[in-house]
Antibody, heavy 122, light 113 residues
Framework: QVQLVQSGAEVKKPGSSVKVSCKAS????????FNWVRQAPGQGFEWMGG????????NYPQKFRGRITISADEATTTAYMELQSLTSADTAVYYC???????????????WGQGTLVTVSS | DIVMTQSPDSLAVSLGERATINCESS????????????LAWYQQKPGQPPRLLIS???IRESGVPDRFSGSGSGTDFSLTITSLQAEDVAVYYC?????????FGGGTKVEIK
């Protein structure tokens, strides 16, 4: 089964950007959709969008459009999530999680990366 | 957007007793073309990422103990732990994957009484 290893914790200033990586190993990179889900402290989960490298397509919920970019590098089997114009409300643990690519977003998340804490503070 | 509502927010159950968590969706999650309910259940322990327990509302994942079971269809679903063990203390979440944006329930915290 694929394993996902994310980059380390980040501390950012309000108004700046953050880019989190998610390296996949142990599976066929092109057979997955890579999604990003965040969890604010003590809160539930919020899906931020995803990318299907096989089709080269992305899907972002309205809330994040214009502020998020999800990309993937097949050569390094790594997916990325960049979030711009950060505010304190973006302080959260950010997870990458995979779906089967052929489901077109209509699948469960399995597995998940270990999570990356992003703290936005002045 | 499909809203997922879980109940209760928390519950305390004695070891060996049954725990039942409910999840209601604002829209039907049963897809008529394949007769599948597009709903998953996850378990999250402190400091860990979520673990997939149940997919398609009732399909237990490999390695998940058989004391965990999922049921329901359409808009009403349940996760049942038939004999609670100490290692089951966690927060449980339902999630719909019927349509984007993909959405989660607010979580149910399960503790030992």
């Amino acid at each position: 089964q694929v394993q996902l290893v994310q980059s380390g914790a980040e501390v950012k200033k309000p108004g700046s950007s953050v880019k989190v990586s998610c390296k996949a190993s142990g599976g066929n990179f092109r057979s997955f959709a890579f999604n990003w889900v965040r969890q604010a402290p003590g809160q539930g989960f919020e899906w931020m969008g995803g990318i299907i490298p096989y089709f080269g397509t992305t899907n972002y919920p309205q809330k994040f459009r214009g502020r998020i970019t999800i990309s993937a590098d097949e050569a390094t089997t790594t997916a990325y999530m960049e979030l711009q114009s950060l505010t304190s409300a973006d302080t959260a643990v950010y997870y990458c999680a995979t779906q089967d690519y052929y489901s077109g977003w209509r699948s469960y998340f399995d597995p998940w990366g270990q999570g990356t804490l992003v703290t936005v503070s002045s | 957007d499909i809203v997922m509502t879980q109940s209760p927010d928390s519950l305390a159950v004695s070891l060996g007793e049954r725990a039942t968590i409910n999840c209601e969706s604002s829209q039907n999650l049963l897809y008529s073309s394949d007769n599948k309910n597009y709903l998953a259940w996850y378990q999250q322990k402190p400091g860990q990422p979520p673990r997939l327990l149940i997919s398609w509302a009732s399909i237990r994942e490999s390695g998940v103990p058989d004391r965990f079971s999922g049921s329901g269809s359409g808009t009403d679903f349940s996760l049942t732990i038939t004999s609670l063990q100490a290692e089951d203390v966690a927060v449980y979440y339902c999630q719909q994957y019927y349509s984007t944006p993909l959405t989660f329930g607010g979580g149910t915290k399960v503790e030992i009484k």
